[in-house]
T-cell receptor, first 111, second 113 residues
């Protein structure tokens, strides 16, 4: 069964460093998303991506964040200068008619 | 106000019992979806119910939707210890310019063996 894969599963970084979270969505899906979940809290929408551009973003997705689909298969989320409050589980998802398919997430810890 | 709020926040039942979780939302929707999340893992899509549907079944899952009350319920029948997880509702808004789902806070279900 096709699945969304995310790497790495865990990422530890120092405050102020750049991180890139990687995702390979399901190949025939057209919409891609990043969500995040701070421990014990809601799943929060960050950004959606369609036709090689951002289609929607939340207030969380500020200038420190960017997304890219560099090669037609990978879908990346970059955080330029991480803050302590960026520590969360980051989920990539791609969309089918019957709902979103989520990856297993990248646990980002900012020290 | 938040879109997609589940209640109860936590539910503990015995194996074999039924578990009912409720979700309320604020805006008009195209559909409503339920997801499951095991601790520390990703979300798994369980079921989607469209705005013109009132009830849907999938195995031991039964979902209802009442658009007049802007509410949905998820029923898990004959629960098993393996059903222990957090369950989230997510709404797909009617506004066609917005394609992102909005998730609720979730119900933590504990099924005691």
């Amino acid at each position: 069964e096709p699945e969304v894969t995310q790497t790495p599963s865990h990422q530890v970084t120092q405050m102020g460093q750049e991180v890139i979270l990687r995702c390979v969505p399901i190949s025939n899906h057209l919409y891609f998303y990043w969500y995040r979940q701070i421990l014990g809290q809601k799943v929060e929408f960050l950004v959606s991506f369609y036709n090689n551009e951002i289609s929607e973003k939340s207030e969380i997705f500020d200038d420190q964040f960017s997304v890219e689909r560099p090669d037609g298969s990978n879908f990346t989320l970059k955080i330029r200068s991480t803050k302590l409050e960026d520590s969360a589980m980051y989920f990539c998802a791609s969309r089918a008619s019957q709902g979103l398919f989520f990856g297993s997430g990248t646990q980002l810890s900012v020290l | 106000s938040q879109q997609g709020e589940e209640d109860p926040q936590a539910l503990s039942i015995q194996e074999g019992e039924n578990a009912t979780m409720n979700c309320s939302y604020k805006t008009s929707i195209n559909n409503l979806q339920w997801y499951r999340q095991n601790s520390g893992r990703g979300l798994v899509h369980l079921i989607l119910i469209r705005s013109n549907e009132r009830e849907k079944h999938s195995g031991r899952l039964r979902v209802t939707l009442d658009t007049s009350k802007k509410s949905s319920s998820l029923l898990i029948t004959a629960s098993r210890a393996a059903d222990t997880a957090s369950y989230f509702c997510a709404t797909d808004p009617m506004d066609t310019g917005r394609r992102a789902l909005t998730f609720g806070s979730g119900t933590r279900l504990q099924v005691q063996p």
